[in-house]
Structure formats: structure tokens, C-alpha cells
């Protein structure tokens, strides 16, 4: 099987179950989203000498597949029938004790902090912008056509790890992180 089709050189792609849409469709939109979230992710993964948080990458990396067959397959029997996994609340939770976890090696926050520090810290912020971002766009479509809510808080949760990793990343390399403190005029 060959890389290109060139059946998308018209603007034009198939969601799972073959319906064809433009590229700018509201779900081509956000599983996009979803993919450049994981490409991210695999960076992070890739950036970060911490074994435990490249498996947490790795992890989250699996769900973002699973989110992503979600949002490309519009019809809910067909991702049943053929086994596209969704996003449970157990993945949701997982995350929660994930990011409890590792705030306890944290600081509280006091002010907001600027993106940054080491690379791999800023790895993590990028992959939370870019995470806020799939977030949105799973919004719109979710408005129009329901799927499983446990994705939406999946992706609202995931940015929150994100960023406390980011932070963690940070500590452990012994760099502070840059609080803001307003431009003051």
C-alpha cells in the first residue's frame, strides 16, 4: 500500500465509515488537533529523562489514538462494531492521581508562571497549549454531535498533567520556575 492516494488532493477526506468531508470539517479539525497533541506528547516522551514520566507519556499517547478513532468515526455503532475504543472515566481518574502524584514533590503556586525553563519543561507547555487547543476543537464538534463526554474531560484534565509535569520537569533539574508578575503599565 502506497503512502499517497491523492484521494485528498481536492480538499476533500473520508471520516471512518466513509463519509467524505472537506479538510476543514469541524472533525478533521479536531482529531488533527488530537494527532499534533500526541506528536507533542512523543516529544515530551522523547525530551524527558524521567522514566516515569516518559511512560506516563506514553500512556496518554495510547488515549489520544483512542480520542482520535472517536472523532474520526462520527457513528457510534460503527466504532462499536469495529472496536474503536473511547475514552473511559477510569482514564480521567487516571489522570487525576497522576497529576496528585506528582504535585506532591511541587511548591503550591502562588502567582501564574511563564512557559519555559528546560527544554523538556518546555516541551510539556507546549504540549499543554497545543492539548487546550484539541480541547476546543473536540468542543465544536461534541456541540453538534454528542460522543462520550469522558473525552472532553480527558482533554481537560490532560492539559493540567501537562503543565504539572512541565513544572516537575523543572524541579527536578533544579530550575525555578519564572513567575509573572505583570507588566505594570
Given at each position: 500500500?502506497?503512502?499517497y492516494t491523492?484521494?485528498?488532493?481536492?480538499?476533500?477526506?473520508?471520516?471512518?465509515?466513509g463519509?467524505?468531508v472537506?479538510?476543514?470539517?469541524?472533525?478533521v479539525?479536531a482529531?488533527?488537533?488530537?494527532?499534533?497533541l500526541?506528536?507533542?506528547?512523543?516529544?515530551?516522551?522523547?525530551?524527558?529523562?524521567h522514566?516515569d514520566?516518559?511512560a506516563?507519556?506514553?500512556?496518554v499517547?495510547?488515549r489520544c489514538?483512542?480520542?482520535g478513532?472517536?472523532?474520526?468515526?462520527?457513528?457510534?455503532r460503527?466504532?462499536a462494531?469495529?472496536g474503536?475504543?473511547?475514552?473511559?472515566p477510569?482514564?480521567v481518574?487516571?489522570?487525576?492521581?497522576?497529576?496528585?502524584r506528582?504535585e506532591e514533590?511541587?511548591?503550591?503556586l502562588r502567582?501564574?508562571?511563564?512557559?519555559?525553563?528546560?527544554a523538556a519543561?518546555?516541551?510539556f507547555?507546549?504540549?499543554?497549549?497545543v492539548?487546550?487547543?484539541?480541547e476546543?476543537r473536540a468542543?465544536?464538534v461534541?456541540?453538534?454531535?454528542p460522543f462520550?463526554?469522558?473525552?472532553?474531560?480527558?482533554?481537560?484534565?490532560?492539559?493540567?498533567l501537562?503543565f504539572v509535569?512541565?513544572?516537575?520537569e523543572?524541579?527536578?533539574a533544579?530550575?525555578a520556575d519564572?513567575?509573572?508578575e505583570?507588566?505594570?503599565?
Amino acid at each position: 500500500m502506497k503512502i499517497y492516494t491523492r484521494r485528498g488532493d481536492d480538499g476533500q477526506t473520508d471520516l471512518f465509515g466513509g463519509l467524505r468531508v472537506g479538510k476543514d470539517h469541524p472533525r478533521v479539525e479536531a482529531y488533527g488537533a488530537v494527532d499534533e497533541l500526541n506528536a507533542c506528547v512523543g516529544l515530551c516522551a522523547a525530551t524527558t529523562g524521567h522514566d516515569d514520566l516518559r511512560a506516563l507519556c506514553n500512556e496518554v499517547q495510547r488515549r489520544c489514538f483512542d480520542l482520535g478513532g472517536t472523532l474520526a468515526a462520527p457513528d457510534a455503532r460503527l466504532r462499536a462494531k469495529t472496536g474503536i475504543p473511547e475514552v473511559q472515566p477510569e482514564a480521567v481518574e487516571h489522570l487525576e492521581q497522576q497529576i496528585d502524584r506528582l504535585e506532591e514533590e511541587l511548591e503550591p503556586l502562588r502567582r501564574f508562571i511563564l512557559p519555559g525553563g528546560t527544554a523538556a519543561a518546555a516541551a510539556f507547555h507546549t504540549a499543554r497549549t497545543v492539548c487546550r487547543r484539541a480541547e476546543r476543537r473536540a468542543i465544536e464538534v461534541y456541540r453538534d454531535e454528542p460522543f462520550g463526554e469522558a473525552s472532553l474531560h480527558f482533554l481537560n484534565r490532560l492539559s493540567d498533567l501537562l503543565f504539572v509535569m512541565a513544572r516537575v520537569e523543572n524541579h527536578r533539574a533544579g530550575v525555578a520556575d519564572t513567575e509573572w508578575e505583570g507588566t505594570g503599565g
